[in-house]
């Protein structure tokens, strides 16, 4: 259910623009700039201290801490819009890929790289190519539409993982903050 809660507080405001989208690349485009600020603003929320945080308080073995949440989900970004255009994925996404990016400006910066890259690639997707077949391990074999549909998915499972965090380090999410409110 709170998965639900999250997809839907991330796609709803695509929604609710004057005009709605023309392309398919359009589509997506707005759900997924909604999830870059979104993640975007727990990444810059978190203290730089706190990027090495692991929850402790129930069953969190082998857990990624809040920094590797956000290597993660830069690298799986880049490797679900590699398969899009055919190129081989880093490796090892699963615990961070091959990014050397470790400091809080670093992981900001990969993180902001990977949506630049992500955006790229989903423009080149139209009405004739949506529907290409993309094969690979991350979320394949599928569409170039179905994996841009799943990585949006993916990062915002990892956004409700990244407010977690926050939340257990007594900080009010960005995206709660801009309503006034302390709980949402």
Same mark, same amino acid.
């Given at each position: 259910?709170?998965?639900?809660?999250? $997809?839907?507080?991330?796609?709803?405001?695509?929604?609710?623009?004057?005009?709605?989208?023309?392309?398919?690349?359009?589509?997506?485009?707005?759900?997924?700039?909604?999830?870059?600020?979104?993640? $975007?603003?727990?990444? &810059?929320?978190?203290?730089?201290? &706190?990027?090495?945080?692991?929850? *402790?308080?129930?069953?969190?073995?082998?857990?990624?801490?809040?920094?590797?949440?956000? &290597? !993660?989900? /830069?690298?799986?970004?880049?490797?679900?819009?590699?398969?899009?255009? %055919?190129? =081989?994925?880093? /490796?090892?996404?699963?615990?961070?890929?091959?990014? #050397?990016?470790?400091?809080?400006?670093?992981?900001?910066?990969?993180?902001?790289?990977?949506?630049?890259?992500?955006?790229?690639?989903?423009?080149?997707?139209?009405? #004739?190519?949506?529907?290409?077949? +993309?094969?690979?391990?991350?979320? %394949?074999?599928?569409?170039?539409?179905?994996?841009?549909? *799943?990585? +949006?998915? !993916?990062? =915002?499972? !990892?956004? %409700?993982?990244?407010?977690?965090?926050?939340?257990?380090?007594?900080?009010?999410?960005? /995206?709660?903050?801009?309503?006034?409110? &302390?709980?949402?």
């Amino acid at each position: 259910m709170r998965a639900i809660i999250v $997809l839907a507080t991330l796609i709803w405001p695509a929604f609710a623009q004057d005009q709605p989208p023309k392309t398919i690349a359009e589509s997506i485009a707005g759900p997924l700039r909604n999830v870059e600020g979104q993640l $975007l603003g727990v990444a &810059k929320a978190m203290p730089e201290s &706190k990027y090495s945080f692991i929850p *402790t308080s129930g069953n969190f073995e082998g857990v990624r801490s809040f920094g590797e949440q956000i &290597k !993660h989900v /830069a690298c799986s970004q880049f490797a679900f819009f590699n398969e899009i255009e %055919g190129k =081989t994925p880093p /490796a090892g996404c699963e615990k961070g890929g091959p990014s #050397k990016a470790a400091t809080k400006a670093e992981l900001i910066q990969y993180l902001r790289d990977s949506f630049d890259y992500g955006n790229r690639v989903l423009a080149s997707t139209d009405q #004739k190519n949506q529907l290409d077949r +993309v094969q690979g391990r991350y979320a %394949g074999p599928s569409t170039r539409l179905g994996i841009a549909v *799943t990585a +949006v998915w !993916h990062m =915002t499972d !990892h956004y %409700g993982q990244l407010v977690e965090y926050l939340r257990m380090n007594g900080i009010v999410p960005p /995206a709660t903050q801009q309503y006034g409110l &302390k709980v949402r």
